[in-house]
C-alpha cells in the first residue's frame, strides 16, 4: 500500500532523514521506533505532505505523492493523527469528529461512522457535548485518533499516541489500536514506547539519526540483542 524508497529530508540544509526505504502492506500494523530526534515525525510529516523530501519517492497505492500537497494526500485515503492531538479546544468532541468527517455527504454514514468511533472509545460518547479543551490528555488522544477515523482511511498515521499519558491511559490507547488491527485498518505507528509498539505490530523498522539500521518482524525485533539494549532496557 505504501512504499518509502530512498527518501531524504532536510532542515535548513541539515539532512533529518538520509536513504530511508519502507514498505506497509495494507491491514499490517508497522512500527516506527527510535530516540528522540531520531527523524520518526519527519517521516510521518513527508509522508501526508507537510515535507518535501529532496531526494528519494513515495507511492501511496497507484500514485506517486511525494510532491502532492497534503489536502490531496488525504484525499487519497492517508490520514495524520499528529504528536500533540492538535484538535479544535472549543469545539465539542462531537464537533471535532464531524471536522473529521467534512467530505461525506451522507447524514447516515456520517452518524454510522460516529457510532464506529464511539463503539472503539466510549469515553468520548460520554463527552460528545464537552469541549474537546476541557478533557483529560487521554481523553483528547482518543478524540484525535476518532477524527481522524471519521475520514475511514485506508492508511493511518500515528505519531506518538502515547506521549504525556498516564500508564493506564496508554493502555487503554494501544487496546484501541490492536482492536484496530483486528478490523484489519492499515496502520503506520511512530511510537518511543518500543515494547508497546512492537508487542502491537507486525513489522517494525528502527530508525536512528535519520537512517532505518534494522527491519524485520516485531516479534524478532524484541529480541534482537540491539534493540533489547537501546530501547527495552534489557
Do not use: C
Amino acid at each position: 500500500m505504501l512504499r518509502v524508497e530512498g527518501v531524504t529530508v532536510a532542515y535548513d540544509q541539515v539532512a533529518a532523514l538520509r536513504d530511508a526505504s519502507l514498505l506497509v502492506s495494507q491491514g499490517e500494523i508497522v512500527s516506527i521506533i527510535g530516540a528522540n530526534g531520531a527523524g520518526k515525525t519527519t517521516l510521518l510529516r513527508t509522508i501526508s505532505g507537510l515535507l518535501h523530501p529532496l531526494a528519494g519517492s513515495i507511492h501511496f497505492d497507484a500514485a506517486r505523492i511525494d510532491r502532492m500537497e497534503p489536502h490531496q494526500i488525504a484525499r487519497l485515503g492517508i490520514a495524520h493523527v499528529p504528536e500533540g492531538r492538535r484538535i479544535f479546544p472549543y469545539l465539542s468532541v462531537q464537533e471535532n469528529l464531524w471536522m473529521g468527517g467534512l467530505q461525506i455527504r451522507e447524514r447516515s454514514q456520517i452518524e454510522a461512522r460516529l457510532e464506529e468511533v464511539f463503539d472503539l472509545f466510549p469515553v468520548l460518547a460520554q463527552r460528545r457535548r464537552q469541549a474537546g479543551g476541557t478533557l483529560s490528555g487521554g481523553e483528547q488522544q482518543m478524540l484525535a485518533i476518532g477524527r481522524a477515523l471519521m475520514a475511514d482511511p485506508k492508511l493511518l498515521l500515528l505519531d506518538e499516541p502515547s506521549l504525556g499519558l498516564a500508564p493506564k491511559v496508554v493502555d487503554a490507547v494501544f487496546d484501541a489500536i490492536a482492536r484496530l488491527h483486528a478490523q484489519k485498518r492499515t496502520v503506520l505507528l511512530v511510537e518511543q514506547n518500543a515494547y508497546l509498539s512492537l508487542e502491537v505490530a507486525d513489522r517494525a523498522y528502527v530508525l536512528e539519526t535519520g537512517r532505518i539500521v534494522l527491519e524485520g518482524k516485531a516479534a524478532e525485533l524484541i529480541d534482537h540483542p540491539h534493540v533489547r539494549r537501546a530501547y527495552l532496557g534489557r
